[in-house]
């Protein structure tokens, strides 16, 4: 089984009150065998603590670029800014709602 690494990127709260997955599915794909990395408060918004995350072994990084570094593939809920895009790697996928 090949282990993937997703990041789950903070949404700005002046925009989004939503996180893009919630601990169901983190659990999801953990369960699978992959790594989820999570922006520190990112769910705080919606209601859903580091803490929490933590405990379906989301690993809560402090920055945005600690999950962008290690991240085959980032989860957002908003399309990105520019400054988002030109972080990416050629071989990192963003998928966003």
């Not at 990084?61 to 989860?75: G, R």
Request: one cysteine or more; a negative charge; hydrophobic letters at 35%.
């Amino acid at each position: 089984m090949n282990t993937m690494i997703i990041g789950i990127l903070r949404e700005n709260p002046q925009r989004e009150r939503c996180v893009v997955l919630t601990r169901v599915g983190v659990q999801s794909l953990v369960s699978c065998g992959n790594q989820v990395y999570m922006e520190k408060d990112a769910g705080d918004a919606s209601h859903f603590s580091n803490e929490e995350n933590q405990q379906v072994e989301a690993k809560i990084v402090h920055t945005s670029d600690e999950v962008y570094c290690p991240s085959q593939i980032l989860l957002s809920v908003y399309s990105p800014t520019d400054e988002n895009y030109e972080r990416l790697l050629e071989s990192q996928t963003l998928l966003f709602a």
